[in-house]
Each structure stands twice: as structure tokens, then as C-alpha cells.
């Protein structure tokens, strides 16, 4: 496996289910990102993680709860979601500096029923 | 807040130019990028441009950026069916850790052949 693979690619849950999504490094990298990006929407991120630590967490409610084991892992642990949470779910990870870029994933379809 | 707008839709027929454009409001932006979505995948980085350089050319890509008006557009000489593709426009503060990057809500290019 090369770049960055996110596991499901499709989730369909109920609001009461409790599901976790999965994604994983393959470049070395020491940050990686949670985005969420819904239709006609800018792409919202989430959480950030800078070697492990928890830098960003731009109001995200309670129900989303992000999981760094280690620089190469990121998980979005989810529960009682709502209907509007449905969305595409994209990782993406990166070196820190002053500038590198963002590699993305293919991202999870996710729909709340 | 940062906040960055594009248009959401544009139709060019094949072989024509296509004209991407983007404002921003953030005047501490360094860097300036437009990402790359097809069908079915994440974002993959095209171009970038630091904020000290008013264009910048790439084979068929030409990225102007006129600092004064925070407007940035993409280029795209003889558009071909495979751009056909979602376009973000994104900005980023200059930083030293992990990259803050705010995206705007995308562009749908579709390429008529």
C-alpha cells in the first residue's frame, strides 16, 4: 500500500450505532488531518494531530472522537450521529513546516440514517 | 475567520480555456494552492503559488495571483475531458508546525467534448 488508504469507503449507520473510520501513512509523515466535506459546502476541517498530539479541534461536536495511536494511524470514532453528519470524511497527513504538502485519501462515504 | 469563495460550476468545451477563480480574506496568506478532486477520490495538489510571486506557469497550468485584490485564478490551457474534475482553491498562513490550510467550496469544471 502506497499514500494515504482510508478504511471503510462507504459507511451507511444508524443515528444509534457506534462505528469507527480508519486511516492510515504511508509517507512518513508526522501530521495528519480530519476533513469533513459536505455538497456546496468549503471543506471543513476537523481535528488535527502534530506528532501524535491533538493541535486542532475546530468545534466539533461531541459525537465525533478522533484516536492517534501513532504518527502512521488516525481513526474518527463515531456515535449517535445525525442525519446532517452524512458527508465524505477525508484524511489527509503531511510533514510539519513552513510549507509541505497535504496528501489526501480516497475518503468515506458516510450516510446517517 | 479566514474564508475562501470560489464559483461552484463551469462548462468549457474541449480544447478551450478554462478560468478557475478564487478570493480570499485573509492577508496573512503565504501560500496560495489549487487542489485537484476527481471522481470517486481525495484532493491531489496541482500547483501552488508563495504570496511574493504574481504568476506561475506549469505546461498547461498558469496561476495568477493578484495580492492587492486577494484574487487568485487557475489557467488551464486546452482543456481536456480528463480535467474534467472538482477544483479547491485553499490559502495558508506562513507556520512553522503543522499547516492550517482553509479551502474553499470547490469548483465542478466540466469539460464538453
Known amino acids: 500500500e502506497t499514500g494515504v488508504t482510508q478504511t471503510p469507503r462507504h459507511l451507511v449507520m444508524g443515528m444509534t450505532n457506534k462505528k469507527s473510520l480508519k486511516c492510515e501513512q504511508h509517507l512518513g509523515h508526522n501530521a495528519m488531518y480530519w476533513y469533513k466535506q459536505s455538497a456546496k459546502k468549503p471543506l471543513e476541517l476537523m481535528f488535527v494531530y502534530s506528532l501524535e498530539e491533538r493541535v486542532e479541534n475546530n468545534s466539533v461536536p461531541s459525537r465525533f472522537s478522533p484516536e492517534c495511536p501513532n504518527s502512521s494511524h488516525l481513526f474518527l470514532h463515531l456515535h449517535t450521529l445525525q442525519p446532517e453528519d452524512s458527508a465524505l470524511y477525508l484524511c489527509?497527513?503531511?510533514?510539519?513546516?513552513?510549507?509541505?504538502?497535504?496528501?489526501f485519501g480516497p475518503g468515506t462515504r458516510l450516510t446517517v440514517l | 475567520g479566514e474564508d475562501v469563495e470560489q464559483s461552484l460550476f463551469l462548462s468549457v468545451r474541449e480544447g478551450d480555456s478554462s478560468v478557475i477563480n478564487c478570493t480570499y480574506t485573509d492577508s496573512s496568506s503565504t501560500y496560495l494552492y489549487w487542489y485537484k478532486q476527481e471522481p470517486g477520490a481525495g484532493l491531489q495538489l496541482l500547483t501552488y503559488?508563495?504570496?511574493?510571486?504574481d504568476m506561475k506557469q506549469d505546461q498547461r497550468l498558469t496561476v495568477l495571483l493578484n495580492k492587492k485584490d486577494k484574487h487568485l485564478s487557475l489557467r488551464i490551457a486546452d482543456t481536456q475531458t480528463g480535467d474534467s474534475a472538482i477544483y479547491f482553491c485553499?490559502?495558508?498562513?506562513?507556520?512553522?508546525?503543522?499547516?492550517?490550510?482553509?479551502f474553499g467550496t470547490g469548483t465542478k469544471l466540466q469539460v464538453i467534448p
Open positions: 503559488i508563495f504570496s511574493n510571486m
Open positions: 489527509a497527513s503531511s510533514h510539519s513546516g513552513s510549507y509541505n504538502e497535504q496528501f
Open positions: 485553499a490559502e495558508s498562513p506562513l507556520s512553522g508546525g503543522y499547516q492550517k490550510v482553509t
